[in-house]
């Protein structure tokens, strides 16, 4: 079970607080270093300093960190356009030396997109779709070759499809909860799935969706890997249990019933039915980023029984 660190910048967190946690990723042990993509806190917090760009943070982590993993939790395709976006993500990808993922989603809250005046079009799944279609299709196509593309919402023409990403490769993430359409566009494009914030049960039904999904396309189910998201609040005891859930203004009931929260025994036997429903990854949402004694925790007594 791979375990990987997921962050949410845009509740208040600057590039110096990333960098930090990204190191103790690496120096810890784990596998990723994921963020969120958004410019526009969430809740009641107050957000300061302010948003960070999720590819600007991963171009610096990429030239500052040796070996984990890096991408997002999901690039929202509302922010820029498939062409400039594949080659942000190829260009950070030749910066880390190959180890860039692409988790990319349709793009969901209305909010930010009027607080910084991004359009934010009805039709973001059918966009999502040929935004899919465009960046996968950039990087594959052949050095000295050129790639077009005539959608509904864009047009490619004769495009050299430069840069080439250092991987031959870049691994794709679609997510969601959708059941028809987030499964066939994962069965298509995905070489991972991921269940974000659901239930075991919900993502046993979903990973069989994909699966089926991807046969239809072509593929063999076991072609993707299968993944969930999900918070992360681990303590010694009770006592700190408590404090790390106030920290990030939760209740321990909800987050037991909705995360990963508790002793690290209890933590690891929920991971367990997470991974007898099909789960071979998990992405822990941190949202207190400056309790890096939280990741130490994790490491000793989580990921070290699950290596």
């Keep these: 079970m791979d375990l990987r660190i997921f962050t949410e910048p845009q509740q208040g967190a600057t590039y110096d607080t990333l960098l930090s946690v ?14 969120s993509d958004h410019y526009l806190r969430m809740g009641s917090v107050d957000g300061l300093p302010g948003p960070t760009d999720a590819w600007i ?8 960190t040796k070996r984990i993993r890096l991408g997002t939790l999901m690039t ?12 942000q ?5 030749q910066m880390s030396g190959g180890r860039v993922e692409l988790g990319l989603g349709a793009g969901w809250f209305e909010e930010e997109h009027k607080a910084y005046g991004i359009p934010f079009p009805k039709e973001k799944f059918a966009r999502l779709e040929e935004q899919l279609a465009i960046v996968t299709g950039l990087w594959a196509t052949e050095v000295g070759k050129t790639f077009s593309y005539e959608g509904t919402y864009y047009q490619l023409t004769d495009s050299p499809a430069l ?20 499964p066939r566009l994962a069965g298509q494009y995905a070489d991972e799935f991921n269940m974000p914030f659901a239930s075991i049960e919900d993502s046993e039904r979903q990973f069989g ?13 076991d072609d993707l890997v299968y993944s969930n998201a999900l918070v992360v609040c681990v303590g010694k005891d009770d006592a700190e249990v408590a404090r790390r859930a106030a920290a990030i203004g939760r209740q321990v009931d909800e987050l037991k019933a909705n995360g990963l929260a508790g002793s690290p025994a ?15 990854r998990i992405y822990l949402q941190v949202l207190d980023l400056d309790d890096l004694d939280h990741l130490e925790l994790i490491s000793a007594q989580v990921r070290s029984q699950l290596s």
């Design 22 to 35: 990204a190191k103790a990723t690496e120096d810890l042990g784990f596998d990723a270093f994921f963020r």
């Design 57 to 64: 943070t991963l171009a610096g982590l990429a030239r500052e």
């Design 76 to 87: 929202a395709g509302t922010f820029r356009l498939p062409g400039v976006l594949a080659i």
């Design 89 to 93: 993500v190829a260009q950070v990808d």
């Design 163 to 182: 840069p080439k990403p250092a991987q031959a490769k870049v691994p794709v993430l679609i997510g969601g909860h959708g059941a028809s359409r987030t």
């Design 209 to 221: 969706r994909v699966r089926a999904a991807a046969e239809e396309a072509g593929r063999r189910g």
């Design 266 to 280: 209890e933590v690891v036997d929920r991971i367990g039915r997470y991974q007898a429903a099909g789960s071979q």
